[in-house]
């Protein structure tokens, strides 16, 4: 490929995955917080009660997903990849600055709790296709051989907003006191999300279209797609049991280790921020390595693996961590968990791309991966949460992981039953 070709090309992977960095910042922000937005917006009361209030309103923005997935799937489907990835930062963008800037529970009462679950509502909505936007036009212009390694700088991309939020919250702990953070201190990354927005849109309004949306010379109605969606319900489903085991291994080593960290194994915010930044950089490192790796040995043997070893170690290993709690056997829990997210899901963000139909592959893959979002990942510090004060066992959020990568792994062998040859040609025919 010659040099201002390869230029050109990583140029337009920084730019569709800038835009995705704000959604998952925000995300982690939340959920890194969720204490202290707990006590601002809602009464006071019991702790516990509060943290799984938060957590309960940073859910709920997943239950907007699939709604997002359909109808703004949909409009990039029809429309094209570039203006749908443009309208859905704009939204993003709204839900930021709404939740960055409610006066909390003290101030307004009621109204505080309900603009907040708002915003999230609105972040959901957009985010319900930001993912599979992103994902499809990182396939799309992949140069041949190489889409798991292009993709995967999808998921990549948001690694960098766990680190950056993990950065912030670990110089914010360590210059404020805790009545400070409840107080302001947890604005103060939501107002720096808020301040690169600009930056962002100047990064996605120069993306080009992809060559391969192009030259598709008819491109259907809403309703066309929304009845191939339909039409195509089974492969959907498997997409969505596909993910399961993305969603709630990411959201509980990035999401919920500060809480995980902090109330469970009684670490100070600092170690169990630091923790969660070093899983921010070990899912970087291993999203695109086994995203490369599964474009030479296919899909498949990285998806069983990793679901076979996270559904046999991932309670164990939790049960070991809370045997002791130290900051360095979370460490090392965190990150071998790590190692079985990222590598996971940078065979499965690949394949899923290349398992929905062309006409509605944006549409399909959105609405799968919300499903899996809503249904099971984005919930998972409020299960978490709720599973350790029901059984009073802390490592019981392992068991949750297991179970996803249970689902993971029966829905990996449905969609990949079929004969060796078959799959090769399935192998090749997807890098072309």
């Known amino acids: 490929m010659p040099t201002s070709e390869r230029s050109a090309k990583i140029r337009a992977v920084v730019r569709v995955a800038a835009g995705n960095f704000l959604e998952m910042y925000d995300f982690m922000v939340f959920g890194y917080y969720?204490?202290?937005?707990?006590?601002?917006?809602?009464?006071?009361?019991?702790?516990?009660?509060?943290?799984?209030?938060?957590?309960?309103?940073?859910?709920?923005?997943?239950?907007?997903?699939?709604?997002?997935?359909?109808?703004l799937g949909a409009y990039i489907d029809k429309h094209g990849r570039r203006a749908g990835l443009i309208l859905t930062l704009g939204m993003m963008s709204i839900g930021t600055i709404s939740i960055a800037v409610v006066p909390g529970y003290a101030a307004i009462g009621i109204a505080a709790p309900l603009l907040v679950v708002a915003g999230r509502l609105l972040q959901g909505f957009s985010a319900g296709v930001e993912l599979g936007g992103v994902s499809v036009y990182l396939s799309e212009i992949a140069t041949p051989g190489n889409k798991g390694f292009y993709v995967a700088w999808q998921s990549a991309s948001q690694q960098c907003a766990v680190v950056f939020a993990a950065l912030i919250g670990v110089v914010l702990s360590s210059s404020l006191t805790k009545a400070q953070m409840d107080s302001f201190g947890w604005r103060?990354?939501?107002?720096?999300?808020?301040?690169?927005?600009?930056?962002?849109?100047?990064?996605?309004?120069?993306?080009?279209?992809?060559?391969?949306?192009?030259?598709?010379?008819?491109?259907?109605?809403?309703?066309?797609?929304?009845?191939?969606?339909?039409?195509?319900?089974?492969?959907?489903?498997?997409?969505?049991?596909?993910?399961?085991?993305?969603?709630?291994?990411?959201?509980?080593?990035?999401?919920?280790?500060?809480?995980?960290?902090?109330?469970?194994?009684?670490?100070?915010?600092?170690?169990?921020?630091?923790?969660?930044?070093?899983?921010?950089?070990?899912?970087?490192?291993?999203?695109?390595?086994m995203g490369g790796l599964s474009d030479r040995i296919g899909r498949r043997p990285i998806l069983i693996t990793c679901t076979v070893l996270a559904l046999v170690t991932a309670y164990p290993a939790l049960q070991w961590a809370v045997a002791s709690p130290s900051f360095s056997r979370l460490l090392i829990v965190e990150l071998w968990l790590s190692a079985m997210y990222g590598s996971y899901n940078g065979a499965m963000v690949v394949y899923l791309t290349e398992i929905m139909p062309l006409e509605v592959r944006a549409t399909g893959f959105s609405l799968a991966y919300s499903m899996a979002t809503a249904l099971f990942g984005g919930f998972t510090p409020y299960i978490s949460t709720w599973l350790i004060e029901t059984t009073h066992n802390q490592a019981i959020p392992g068991a949750w992981i297991s179970l996803a990568a249970l689902i993971g792994l029966i829905a990996t062998l449905l969609l990949t039953a079929r004969p060796r040859e078959q799959r090769a040609h399935h192998l090749v025919e997807a890098n072309a």
Not at 41 to 63: D, I, R, S, Y
Not at 214 to 226: F, K, N
Request: one cysteine or more; charged letters at 15%.
């Open 188 to 289: 103060i990354p939501l107002l720096v999300g808020c301040l690169i927005i600009p930056f962002l849109f100047l990064l996605r309004r120069s993306l080009t279209e992809t060559e391969e949306f192009q030259q598709r010379r008819r491109r259907p109605s809403s309703g066309e797609i929304l009845r191939s969606v339909a039409t195509n319900w089974k492969l959907v489903t498997l997409g969505t049991m596909l993910v399961t085991m993305t969603t709630v291994s990411f959201y509980m080593i990035t999401t919920y280790t500060p809480t995980f960290g902090r109330n469970v194994l009684h670490l100070t915010d600092r170690d169990a921020l630091i923790v969660t930044l070093c899983v921010g950089v070990s899912n970087f490192i291993w999203l695109p390595l």
């Open 34 to 71: 969720a204490s202290a937005i707990g006590r601002a917006f809602f009464p006071k009361g019991n702790e516990v009660a509060q943290l799984m209030l938060a957590f309960a309103t940073f859910g709920v923005g997943f239950l907007m997903r699939p709604l997002g997935a359909l109808i």
